[in-house]
């Protein structure tokens, strides 16, 4: 498998993280690798092949130190303890303070973050679509994650939609307008095309993040709809998931 590490410093030892690309799986067709070869598709709910869902699952399997704690993600806001999941709960956030417990986020073109406190006592990821961003679930994962004992929190933002290819209505940006009327400056205009605009994700979830109380924020830039790396629903429609998990040792 070729996997994403990622770009964070001054992480503790004991956190292990990681998001999953295209290629190294067996899945074919729309989920495949982009080149012909097999690709690493992780989600069970794209109507890809379940027989080779289980099998990338079981390959991204043999490098964790349990299975992750996979979850039905609904663009909501629930957060759920990696260490009691059973049967693919709805959220859309997912924390661990357990040495071995798995939390993971599917993704292909929403935003998935990363999260750790710098002592290494508890780790988090969140499912940050627009609609999670705008409802709040960052604020919501953090909260989950102070309210587990953690301290200073670091976040890493993975790969998504890029600001040149997130087109988005009116009601986007007032859902974001409605909560910080500053995070206007996130959205461009674009010429002759009244009320559709370029969205960045990336800078929205700093905003978010930033009034969490987070200011220690690292990746950011990779655009899933421009790198063939990446599965992406906005640019293939019928594709695969990604994933991205972080996990304490």
């Known amino acids: 498998m070729e996997l994403l590490i990622p770009d964070w410093t001054d992480i503790p030892a004991n956190v292990g993280a990681l998001s999953t690309l295209r290629s190294g799986g067996v899945s074919r067709g729309a989920y495949d690798d982009g ?11 794209v109507q890809d092949d379940l027989t080779h869902v289980q099998r990338n699952r079981a390959l991204l399997r043999s ?5 992750p704690a996979w979850l039905t993600q609904v663009h909501g806001v629930n957060v759920a303890d990696a260490a009691q999941v059973r049967g693919a ?43 999670g961003l705008a409802g709040g679930v960052l604020e919501k994962t953090v909260a989950a994650m102070r309210g587990r004992g953690a301290g200073e929190i670091i976040a890493w933002l993975g790969p998504a939609i890029g600001p040149q290819q997130f087109e988005v209505g009116q009601d986007v940006l007032e859902a974001f307008a409605a909560h910080d009327v500053a995070s206007r400056s996130a959205f ?4 002759g095309r009244e009320g559709k605009y370029l969205a960045d994700i990336y800078q929205l979830a700093r905003r ?19 790198d063939s790396r990446f599965y992406s629903y906005r640019r293939d429609k019928q594709t695969g998931r990604m994933a991205s998990l972080i996990w304490l040792r």
């Open 35 to 45: 080149h012909g070869g097999g690709g690493l598709n992780l989600g069970v709910h």
């Open 188 to 191: 461009a205009a674009i010429a």
């Open 63 to 67: 490098i964790l130190p349990a299975e």
């Open 89 to 131: 709960p709805d959220a859309d956030a997912c924390i661990a303070t357990e040495a071995g417990a798995v939390c993971v986020m599917m993704t292909a073109d929403c935003l998935p973050v990363l999260l750790c406190d710098a002592s290494g006592s508890v780790v988090g990821a969140a499912h940050a679509g627009w609609r």
């Open 208 to 226: 978010r993040l930033a009034q969490a109380g987070v200011s220690r924020v690292a990746g950011g830039g990779l655009c899933t709809v421009s």
